[in-house]
């Protein structure tokens, strides 16, 4: 096809370029490409207030996997203290039951200068006599002196609240 093309042009080479008679063509006009376009569709407010809530929802949920990741971290801890706590609890029990070992009980009341009492020194009590017990009837406070109480009370105890 170039061949022919180029052999044309060799022949008309020397000649002038010809005046058409024809009326100048019309210009092309190009058609644009039919596309197939969608109506506008309406999002509706529930649709929105849904994802809306999807979206609230999720937030709720991360913040509450980062406080129990807090509360996790926080009894890991409270149970290392417990741990120390229990094992100070063996070692002072120890302690205390050497404490109140009978030997060594003896050995800190001889070093006191403490001693046995003598025979002359014990006193039996007779305890065979009836139980009585006295009441005593108390008086019952006034009006001003129970609300005077009360707000001492409700003082001491927002203090108590607050420190």
């Known amino acids: 096809m170039d061949w022919a093309v180029r052999e044309r042009e060799l022949r008309h080479a020397g000649e002038l ?3 058409k008679n024809q009326a100048k063509a019309a210009p092309k006009v190009h058609a644009a490409p039919h596309v197939q376009v969608r109506e506008r569709q309406y999002v509706s407010a529930m649709a929105v207030l849904g994802v809306a809530v999807v979206a609230a929802l ?8 980062v406080q129990l990741t807090l509360l996790a ?12 706590l229990e094992t100070e609890n063996v070692v002072l029990t120890a ?11 003896k050995e800190a009341a001889a070093a006191a200068g403490m001693r ?3 025979a002359s ?8 006599g009836g139980d009585s017990a006295v009441v005593y009837q108390k008086e019952e406070p006034g009006f ?3 609300l ?3 707000l001492h009370g409700g003082v001491y105890a927002v203090v108590e609240y607050f420190d």
């Open 95 to 105: 302690q205390y039951e050497q404490m109140f070992d009978m030997a060594s009980v």
């Open 73 to 84: 971290a926080d009894t890991a801890a409270l149970r290392k203290e417990l741990a120390a």
């Open 58 to 65: 999720a937030v709720l949920v991360l913040l509450h996997y």
């Open 144 to 146: 001003f002196s129970r």
């Open 17 to 19: 370029p010809r005046k």
């Open 121 to 128: 020194q014990i006193c039996p009590l007779d305890l065979s």
């Open 116 to 118: 046995k009492p003598s």
């Open 148 to 150: 005077l109480s009360s």
